[in-house]
């Protein structure tokens, strides 16, 4: 078939005005036929992510079985029966799908019924768990938190989103980071004094609730050496008794901790 001639720009400009509306409404009609596309494309992702997941396990079986080389990839194995590959989308709902409605986690009715945007925002939480959590991700807090979220009435977009905020910050946590992305592990150039130190032990203690429970565990067990060290180093009771009421004062008042106080002639 001859490929109609295309005209170039000093052509397009010296047509009369019909003839170029003309052209024009054959953008006009692309620009809706991409809309279209793109309208169907999110109409039916849910289901196509649906038939990705049935490819998925039924590539598994044929590697389990030796029915197809171990060393065929999905992709190559979808290319070769489907004629394509997977849009990343429809992929990553397919994985969603499979990692809870496949484990009967979550209702297949709950997954028709949530909105797209909702399930590609736990499939972000999912995949954020199996990396945080390992083997134990099916149970973590935010796991169970997604699939309470996608198996009740109403939306579930603000919850997600919190859900996911927290998890973010546990992340941050673990690689020595506050919640809001600082640096609290001191860097080799930093000087490990007291403050740096007493400013990462705070943050990780103060994030606690967010991070996996062994690692919880190792804080409750660093606060118990604190406090045991202290019990046991070699200040007088006297001393102890000056301290405790001077760093108690000054705490409470915004105060320096090593500033000496002096009340009403005696001294802080």
């Known amino acids: 078939m001859k490929e109609e001639k295309k005209l170039t720009f000093t052509e397009l400009v010296s047509l009369a005005p019909a003839d170029l509306f003309e052209q024009a409404q054959g953008v006009s009609s692309m620009d809706k036929a991409i809309k279209t596309a793109n309208d169907r494309f999110k109409k039916n992702l849910k289901f196509s992510a649906k038939v990705v997941a049935a490819m998925k396990r039924l590539y598994t079986s044929k590697v389990n079985s030796r029915d197809i080389p171990a060393d ?3 992709k190559e194995y979808f290319k070769q029966n489907a004629g394509g590959t997977v849009p990343a989308r429809i992929e990553a709902l397919a994985a969603l799908f499979n990692s809870l409605v496949e ?6 009715s709950n997954y028709d019924a949530a909105a797209v945007d909702w399930l590609e925002k736990a499939n972000a939480i999912i995949a954020a768990a199996r990396k945080l959590h390992g083997d134990k991700w099916k149970t973590c807090d935010e796991v169970l938190d997604v699939i309470n979220a996608l198996s009740n009435p109403g939306d579930a977009l603000t919850e997600l989103k919190e859900i996911r905020k927290r998890q973010t910050d546990a992340e941050a946590i673990a690689e020595g980071k506050t919640a809001a992305g ?3 592990k001191p860097r080799e150039t930093t000087p490990l004094t007291l403050d740096v ?3 990462f032990i705070t943050a990780s ?3 606690a609730g967010l991070v996996p429970k062994d690692r919880q565990a190792q804080l409750c067990a660093a606060l118990f050496k604190v406090n045991d060290a202290w019990a046991n180093n070699d200040l007088t009771e006297n001393r102890r008794n000056e301290l405790d009421k001077q760093v108690g004062y000054n705490l409470e008042h915004n105060l ?3 500033m000496e106080v002096t009340l009403a002639g005696h001294a802080n």
């Open 72 to 74: 065929t990839s999905f």
């Open 103 to 108: 484990t009967n986690l979550l209702k297949e």
């Open 182 to 184: 600082d640096e609290t």
């Open 197 to 199: 130190a007493v400013a």
């Open 205 to 207: 203690f103060s994030a």
């Open 256 to 258: 320096d901790p090593a």
